[in-house]
């Protein structure tokens, strides 16, 4: 049980099964369905249902949904990688959990339009959350399956583009629809039709797990949440600065909370303001996107691309808190979005680069993921009291707090071609002792 330093992650991708621009496609397309069904709700319609039903006191019943539901996200999502990783089956290990979640996901959205009652309305976002976190832990895991490592940034390029083009897409798709019914079945079909394109593209070889690896007991799904950052440290600190920029990022949740109460824009017409914030933000992040990932693969840096978004992201957060105009709401979301196009167009490219193992990259980079998830918790948690103490300005101001701590602490990790350097934290690799046990402790 022990761990060889300086060692990145064991590389199957450099031989990938799915040519590269395919693959791009697989992960573009099933993230952006995945993403519409999970983060439309989150930016719009989760608001307006529990509006219809709560009324006044939606806000309350939105934070409760989105915690609850979140935390069903965090305990799914390395599960579905460990679970991923070990699957046999003639499918595909990542094809067989990909297109579960793309239908089982979808048909729980479209359940949403006949709920009633908040507590409905939780059940199923619970639901959703679990079987769309089974589609993105088996995609996530194609980027060290078969991406080669020096092709990684611009392939991350395209995954940070999906995580703009899914949620705008979705409110495009919806905004000017005004039956629930309409809205949550327009989301279901394309989240499903996406999906299946993903799964019919992507060529996924039947797995054959090391010896040892064969089966799964209640000790490895237990460990599946769990991977030492005294043994791994590289992977700590990288989990760490991908939790702190993703609540920074996570205030684009109460983006429709925000409008109606600065600004008094009735619950009926806010949807065409979020639309006309999510086109600024994903336009100027689709393109740094783009330009930021091969920019980073040619110049084999990663880390200031990281510190750039963390201050880009403090700084549009102080401004939207403070803002008196909607005219500087938008320009503090259009450096928001630049800021989020450079951190996810680099972030899963790091990442990577600190796992520890190639045999289980489902469930280790499952455990990155969790620093995505906990966000759409620990944020709804937070928010009631600091907007009980200083309305919206507090919480954008607390949230740019933890943009600037995740920026300084990416100086922890090592630098492309400088993983050894003890300056940095250490990468490691856990041996095939330790793999065949199934996770570090």
Known sequence: MTTEPDVAVEDLSDKPATPLPRLIAVM??????????????????????????????????????????????????????????????????RRTWILT????????????????????????????????NFQQAATSALLADQVPKFRRGTVSGFVGLAGAVGPLAGIAAVSS???????????????????????????????????????????????????????????????????????????????????????????????GTVLLLSLISVGLLAVTSIVAGPISDRIRRQKPFVIAAGILAAGALVLQGFAPTIELVYLAVAILGIGTGLFFSIDSALCVRMLPSAENAGKDFAIINMANTLPQSFVPFIAPLLLSIGGFGMLYVTLAVFGIIGALFVLRLPELGREGDPRWAQITRETPARATAGASV
């Open 177 to 271: 629809m005004t039956d629930p019914l309409a809205q949550w079945g327009t989301v279901a079909i394309v989240s499903i039709v996406l999906g299946a394109i993903a799964v019919l593209l992507l060529r996924d070889p039947q797995h054959h797990p090391a010896p040892g690896q064969e089966g799964l007991n209640l000790k490895q799904l237990a460990l599946s949440f769990w991977l030492n950052p005294r043994k791994h440290p590289a992977f700590g600190w990288a989990w760490l600065v991908r939790f702190l920029l993703t609540c920074a990022y996570a205030s684009g949740t109460y983006n429709a909370f925000f409008l109606m109460d600065r600004f008094g824009i009735a619950p009926e017409a806010v949807g």
């Open 101 to 132: 979640g793309a239908i089982g996901g979808s048909l729980a959205v479209f359940a949403f339009a006949f709920t009633t009652e908040i507590w409905q309305v939780a059940v199923i976002w619970c639901v959703t959350q679990t079987l769309f």
């Open 28 to 93: 573009f397309s099933s993230n952006v369905g995945a993403l519409i069904a999970l983060l439309t709700p989150l930016q719009l319609l989760l608001t307006l249902q529990t509006t219809r039903i709560a009324g006044a006191d939606a806000a309350a019943a939105f934070g409760f949904i989105t915690g609850v539901g979140a935390l069903f996200a965090l305990v799914a999502n390395p599960l579905a990688g460990r679970i991923s990783d070990r699957t046999a089956w003639r499918f595909g290990r």
